[in-house]
């Protein structure tokens, strides 16, 4: 069975311009989480979808973020525009139903690069 | 908020020495504690995991205590490979929401 797969693996672009990060969970799979790690530093919590729903967008920074899970499958990550401080490693993870005691399967993160 | 502090790294040993990477927290309900790993290359692995005070989280050689009065989770491993070699990430989950350490790196040396 495929794992969480994240895509691209590796994004460079400049300030100001528009990226765009896909993550397919698990099959099966109804919590999706997205987290980021920025600068070497802790890995934050951004939002939680069950199935297509936003459950908690607590994490999100700003509403450059753009987080949705069309159809309850895979789910995109936006930001427009990008600065700086959005460069990180952006992991998403995914879990069964009844997540409360269910392990979060992590994908191998996006690494997004804005210069 | 819930928090997790874990020693800064890199940490760098040689094959066969004793690891271990301190881990402290502050929550306020009653968490449960995991150590998960990044090995090059690849997403992030639960490692272990404890769900309650006193529980013992093991595997691949690796072990760690979840004590509540001293608000701890460190992890150890008593003979390190090089293949042991990865970023090590101590996290605590209060419902769905996993909060993390900021990570250290291991370095393993043959």
């Known amino acids: 069975e495929a794992g969480v797969t994240q895509f691209p693996s590796h994004s460079v672009i400049e300030k100001g311009q528009t990226v765009t990060l896909r993550c397919d969970p698990i099959s099966g799979h109804d919590n999706l989480y997205w987290y980021r790690r920025v600068m070497g530093k802790e890995i934050k919590f951004l939002l939680h979808f069950v199935k297509e729903s936003k459950q908690d967008e607590s994490g999100m920074p700003n509403n450059r973020f753009l987080a949705e899970r069309t159809g309850g499958t895979y789910s995109t990550l936006k930001v427009q525009p990008a600065e700086l401080e959005d460069s990180g490693v952006y992991f998403c993870?995914?879990?069964?139903?009844?997540?409360?005691?269910?392990?979060?399967?992590f994908g191998p993160g996006t690494r997004l690069t804005v210069l | 908020g819930d928090s997790v502090t874990q020693m800064e790294g890199p940490v760098t040993l040689s094959e066969e020495a004793f690891l271990t990477i301190n881990c402290t927290y502050t929550?306020?309900?009653?968490?449960?504690l995991f150590w998960y790993v990044q090995y090059p290359g690849e997403g992030l692995q639960l490692l272990l995991k404890?769900?309650?005070?006193?529980d013992k989280g093991s595997n691949k050689g690796f072990e760690a205590t979840y004590r509540k009065e001293t608000t701890s989770f460190h992890l150890e491993k008593g003979s390190v490979q090089v293949s042991d070699s990865a970023v090590y990430f101590c996290?605590?989950?209060?419902?769905?929401?996993?909060?993390f350490g900021a990570g250290t790196t291991v370095t393993v040396r043959a």
């Open positions: 404890a769900t309650k005070a006193d």
């Open positions: 996290a605590l989950k209060d419902d769905y929401k996993l909060s």
């Open positions: 929550a306020t309900g009653y968490p449960s």
């Open positions: 993870a995914s879990s069964q139903v009844g997540h409360g005691s269910n392990e979060q399967f």
